[in-house]
Nanobody, 121 residues
């Protein structure tokens, strides 16, 4: 049974930082590209960042480029998303997801339950 579990969400003031973590079980973690998505209230879920199987390639949506950093530790089956310079519009439920093969913005097969990030102004 594949499980992805996110943690690290919370309430933070604008300009602040958070670090999200996602630990996977039930998959050969090193064979999966990982991604972070978010869904704000009343909006569709959107891609935020992705990282290749070995961690050497990353991809970010324009809105977060330069503010968020995705990384992974394959020995710990964990992917991270460092959120910095947060804005109120970053408020959303953040999900991690796993995709077999190459990093991409869609085609993710496994999803976590999400962790809520709330940024106050």
């Amino acid at each position: 049974q594949v499980q992805l579990g996110e943690s690290g969400g919370g309430l933070v003031q604008a300009g602040g930082s958070l670090r999200l973590s996602c630990t996977a079980s039930g998959i050969a973690f090193g064979l999966y590209a990982m991604g972070w998505f978010r869904q704000a209230p009343g909006k569709e879920r959107e891609f935020v960042a992705g990282i290749s199987r070995g961690g050497g390639m990353t991809d970010y949506t324009n809105d977060v480029e330069g503010r968020f950093t995705i990384s992974r530790e394959n020995a710990k089956n964990t992917v991270y998303l460092q959120l910095s310079s947060l804005k109120p519009e970053d408020t959303a439920v953040y999900y991690c997801a796993a995709r077999s093969g190459y990093v991409g913005r869609n085609g993710y097969q496994y999803w976590g339950q999400g962790t809520l990030v709330t940024v106050s102004s």
